[in-house]
């Protein structure tokens, strides 16, 4: 099994630090932010890649985020992927210490707990390569649509190998395929003819000593350097990706994985999606997003598990004074706090909640999806109510704020007068409101929200607060993506994408408006 790991390990990747009830952390919050502790257990992640060479390895999960290894799995560290990579495919690669994302043209490293952009601006398509070769001086990625090379430990990559469909190396050599010819590359990328095959190569491999060529067809071996080939007896058609491990050859196509032994058999590795071979074991990623590994063919696998105790993304939060409620997106639950997040009840599991508000000790939930689980939820000490949505309202005792056709409107008196602080947003006003609370001076509001894709999870995105009783308001800049807000009874509660709940004090109290109240209007129903 891998080693445990605390959260610890990942926001030290992140470069945060300060202490709270879940240990040393830090987030660049303003003074006393801290984490809020959720009882449950998340449950395993399904795993979506795995890249595997030498002692590192990268695993990507359906919770956004990424594992990183460098020493096989003995340890590891963590880091979220960039929202806006997670709908379209990224492929997720490591080399040594090096971990990168690419998709289409794009490509990202991860430096400094960051994931930055290392390549060119996007250009049109030059090849279909895709994957990682390290070789002698260099460092090759294909994306999918373009191939790009780092040489000598650069820090950036720059455009090579026009249409290459396939690339590989022995750690001396590099071989390129385009259609059906494969060549030498130098270390100029310059390309040399080696030999033509009957149709199109689409992988390119070294295993057991010998050059591998795979077409649609069939696939073919060569013991010169790709000067003469032979066929693989008894290979499968429509491979996808193959390489070598203690001796055996792999295979991988659409419907699975076989291995070939020294001895020409061919067997079969049940269920097993993509396997990669480190130095002491063969990586598995299996149907159903799980993995594991051997460290021979032929033995047990060893089921492998990541440590993600602390690694909850919120789905919904409401709180009131002391009162807490938060709904997990996994697993699916809701939890409720009568302390500010010290101790817990479970109230709803099983139960899909993705909007919940609190007006003192009445709670309303919505869910997008419906179920009857939702008439099973009982949550202690609160009158609660399941609605389809939510009103476009919250109140904290008497005051209200209102974020309904386009306006921005604020109560002290539970909606008999209103005032419109739309304007005091400025050029800001032109964008519409998707969330707002009040609490004393402040007000906390939300821009349009939109879906984290897996997650199936909503993200807020630009957050603007005011601390001057809605005169102004300024961007309210977070290290983390906000799923829902709140106000409590010393401070804004946080729910997150991956880091639970956060809670952040208000600030410093401001004084009473010294100019003209803001116009009011007539209550909108």
């Not at 690419?102 to 994957?131: H, I, K, Y």
């Not at 590099?174 to 130098?186: G, L, P, Q, S």
């Not at 063919?297 to 909850?312: F, I, K």
Request: charged share 20%; with cysteine; hydrophobic share 45%.
């Amino acid at each position: 099994m891998f080693s445990r790991v605390s959260m610890l390990g990942w926001l030290t990747l992140l470069g945060v630090g300060a202490s709270s009830a879940l240990g040393a952390l830090q987030l660049p919050l303003p003074g006393g932010a801290e984490f809020v502790p959720v009882p449950a257990l998340p449950a395993q992640p399904q795993i979506f890649d795995l890249d595997a060479r030498g002692s590192c390895a990268v695993i990507w999960t359906d919770l956004g985020f990424s594992a990183l290894t460098t020493d096989e799995g003995q340890t590891f560290r963590f880091a979220p992927v960039p929202l806006e990579f997670l709908q379209w495919g990224p492929r997720f690669y490591c080399a040594d210490n090096r971990f990168f994302i690419a998709r289409g043209a794009d490509l990202l490293e991860l430096l400094g707990g960051d994931w930055r952009p290392v390549g060119p601006p996007p250009g049109p398509p030059s090849a279909t390569f895709r994957g990682l070769v390290r070789a002698p001086g260099v460092l090759y990625v294909g994306t999918g649509t373009r191939v790009l090379a780092a040489h000598d430990g650069a820090p950036t990559f720059t455009p090579v190998l026009a249409g290459v469909d396939a690339l590989v190396t022995d750690g001396q050599a590099v071989f390129a395929a385009k259609n059906k010819e494969v060549y030498r590359v130098a270390a100029d990328e310059k390309l040399s003819l080696v030999s033509k095959l009957t149709s199109a190569v689409s992988v390119l491999a070294f295993a057991d000593a010998a050059l591998l060529a795979a077409t649609a067809e069939r696939l073919f071996r060569s013991e010169d350097g790709g000067k003469s080939w032979t066929p693989v007896p008894g290979a499968p058609p429509g491979i996808i990706e193959t390489s070598g491990f203690a001796g055996s050859l792999i295979v991988t196509t659409a419907s699975g994985t076989r291995t070939r032994s020294a001895n020409g058999t061919w067997a079969t590795l049940d269920k097993v999606y993509r396997a990669r071979p480190g130095v002491k074991r063969l990586w598995m990623h299996y149907n159903g997003g799980f993995f594991g590994h051997v460290a021979q063919l032929g033995d047990a696998v060893v089921a492998d598990s990541l440590p993600v105790e602390q690694m909850h993304t919120v789905r919904a939060l409401a709180a009131n004074g002391k009162r807490l409620v938060v709904s997990l997106y996994r697993p699916a639950s809701v939890h409720v706090s009568a302390d500010s997040g010290k101790t817990w009840q479970s109230a709803c599991p099983d139960t899909r909640i993705d909007h919940a508000v609190l007006d003192g000790n009445r709670l309303q939930l919505a869910a997008f999806r419906s179920s009857t689980d939702v008439k099973k939820c009982g949550t202690p000490g609160l009158k609660t109510r399941f609605v389809p949505t939510l009103p476009e309202e919250t109140c904290n005792g008497d005051l209200c704020v209102r974020f309904a056709h386009g306006a921005l409107l604020r109560s002290r008196d539970r909606g008999k007068i209103w005032e419109d602080l739309t304007a005091n947003l400025g050029h800001k006003a032109n964008v519409g409101v998707a969330a707002a609370a009040a609490s004393g001076h402040e007000i906390i509001i939300a821009r349009t929200a939109a879906v984290i894709f897996p997650l199936d999870v909503q993200e807020y995105s630009t957050l603007l607060r005011s601390i001057d009783d809605g005169r102004t308001f300024a961007p309210l800049a977070l290290p983390f993506k906000v799923t829902a807000f709140a106000p409590g009874d010393s401070g804004w509660f946080f729910g997150t994408h991956l880091y639970g709940v956060v809670r952040v004090p208000y600030a410093v109290a401001s004084p009473a408006p010294s100019v003209s109240p803001a116009p009011s209007v007539s209550p909108r129903h």
